[in-house]
């Protein structure tokens, strides 16, 4: 059964850092691309990032500049690292692995 598990969210203030980590489970980690998502209340899910078995990266054209993602094979784990984050930038951050496998969300929330 795939388990994703999201922590690392809280309250940051602008300009701050937060690093996300999702340890998975269930599934063979190193043949999967996985991928961060955000929802804002009131908006639809949106892709942050993702990262290919073959480490590849790709990310949204808003938070290239300011996000990064990698992964660890060996401890199963997939990382976002975030950088001068904004208001905007408050959201549920979600670990996403195809087919439909969601982690249960860790909250950022980005307020002076």
């Known amino acids: 059964q795939v388990r994703l598990v999201e922590s690392g969210g809280g309250l940051v203030q602008p300009g701050g850092s937060l690093r996300l980590s999702c340890v998975a489970s269930?599934?063979?980690?190193?043949?999967?691309?996985m991928s961060w998502y955000r929802r804002t209340p009131g908006k639809e899910r949106e892709s942050v990032a993702e990262?290919?078995?073959?480490?590849?990266?790709f990310y949204a054209d808003s938070m290239k500049d300011r996000f990064t993602i990698s992964r660890d094979n060996d401890k199963r784990m997939v990382y976002l690292q975030m950088d001068n984050l904004q208001p905007e930038d408050t959201a549920v951050y979600y670990c996403?692995?195809?087919?439909?496998?969601w982690g249960q969300g860790t909250q950022v929330t980005v307020s002076s």
């Open positions: 269930g599934f063979m980690f190193s043949g999967y691309a």
């Open positions: 996403y692995r195809a087919s439909g496998h």
């Open positions: 990262i290919t078995s073959t480490f590849e990266t």
